[in-house]
Structure formats: C-alpha cells, structure tokens
Nanobody, 122 residues
Framework: VQLQASGGGLVQAGGSLGLSCAASGRTFSSYAMGWFRQAPGKEREFVAAISRYGASTSYADSVKGRFTISRDNAKNTVYLQMNSLKPEDTAVYYC????????????????WGQGTQVTVSS
C-alpha cells in the first residue's frame, strides 16, 4: 500500500487543522490505519489509530479529547482532525498502515507515508 499524507501547515495555538492520508494499492479496508508524529530531537510517537472498518479507535493520552481519527473506505482515505492545538503538537505527522489495530498501535506498522509538517505557534 502507498500512503500520501497532506493537510499540514501553520496554525496558532488553540486553532484547528485537519490531515488526510490517501491510500492506493491493496484494498484500503484491509488495513488498520494510524497517525504518528515526530518532533525535532524526539522519537516518533503514536498519535491515533483506527480499525479496518472504523469500529475501534485508539489515542495517545496527550491528544485524547482534542484529536479525532476517522476513515472513509470508499475514498481510501484516513483523516486526523486536530482541535485545540498546542505548541507541543508541533511535529512532522506520518500516516501508517498494517493488518491489525494491534500491529499499528503496539508492534509498529509496516507501511508508512511521507510526513506532513504541522507547526503550532504560541
């Protein structure tokens, strides 16, 4: 599967931004999907994940209540809606895919897209 993330940009603290990740290749609904991020000088960290048909989601504690992951299997796209953004959310955001939600959240997904930069100014 090939993944293409988009939607990053510059936003003020407290603002909102939406990311999209379009997939191509194998049937999109075959994959659980996730978002990760990497801030300068830090390791890549898990942000959110969603099961193949959207029945289950998982979030990092740092984004719970502010970020929402969703997917549209008809459009082969996964989304990350980010609200109440904070400067510490500044990072390169990556979408990722694997066969199961567990593999995305705990074992590390096999498939990665290129990153999109999100910058939150204070």
């Amino acid at each position: 599967v090939q993944l293409q993330a988009s939607g990053g940009g510059l936003v003020q603290a407290g603002g909102s931004l939406g990311l999209s990740c379009a997939a191509s290749g194998r049937t999109f609904s075959s994959y659980a999907m996730g978002w990760f991020r990497q801030a300068p000088g830090k390791e890549r960290e898990f942000v959110a994940a969603i099961s193949r048909y959207g029945a289950s989601t998982s979030y990092a504690d740092s984004v719970k209540g502010r970020f929402t992951i969703s997917r549209d299997n008809a459009k082969n796209t996964v989304y990350l809606q980010m609200n109440s953004l904070k400067p510490e959310d500044t990072a390169v955001y990556y979408c990722a895919a694997d066969d199961t939600l567990v593999r995305v959240t705990s074992l590390g997904p096999d498939y990665w897209g290129q990153g999109t930069q999100v910058t939150v100014s204070s």
